[in-house]
């Protein structure tokens, strides 16, 4: 018996959000990471965001299992399941002078946003509650990325911001 269109438009989607669990589940852990690493003047403030930001993510993670489960997967989402399947770098493990983590996280902040974009495109109206949750996640992402930029100063007109810095 073949797959209806429907079934396999749910079964791509679950596999997308598998994908956007782990990752987001890693790069909540990789904010975590930069947090106790974080070295030199701009550690307060970039520490104690951090933990807003780890909080924020940890929370879409919940609701991309989640949307799994509503849709009929199965989330992966343990520690070592997410490493495997995250599309995100790994953060080294050594001291981070706070202008480095800035970059590295926003570097992620800013691929993880792409990503998702992507996703939510495909989806497309498909799947509205999955690619609402998308952009709910590319707005948390964008604004972030934002945010740990503005600690290294002035924006050049152009030079930063949101789909200017993507490796
Ligand atoms: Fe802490």
Excluded at 21 to 35: G, R
Excluded at 66 to 88: D, K, M, Y
Excluded at 100 to 108: G, K, T
Aim: aromatic letters at 6%; one cysteine or more.
């Amino acid at each position: 018996m073949t797959a209806t269109a429907e079934e396999t438009t749910t079964r791509q989607a679950i596999a997308s959000l598998n994908v956007i669990t782990a990752t987001t589940a890693d790069l909540q852990s990789q904010i975590k990471q930069a947090h106790w690493n974080l070295v030199g003047a701009g550690f307060q403030a970039i520490h104690e965001a951090l933990d807003t930001h780890a909080d924020a993510f940890r929370l879409l993670t919940d609701e991309f299992a989640e949307r799994v489960r509503a849709l009929g997967g199965i989330p992966a989402g343990t520690v070592r399941q997410s490493a495997r399947a995250s599309i995100l770098p790994d953060l080294e493990v050594r001291e981070l002078p706070w202008e480095e983590a800035v970059e590295e996280l926003a570097q992620r902040y800013e691929q993880y946003s792409q990503h998702l974009q992507e996703c939510a495109k495909r989806i497309g109206e498909s799947d509205l509650a999955t690619q609402d949750l998308c952009i709910e996640a590319i707005r948390a992402a964008d604004q972030y990325a934002w945010m740990l930029r503005a600690n290294l100063g002035p924006l050049a007109e152009g030079s930063r911001g949101r789909g200017s810095r993507r490796r």
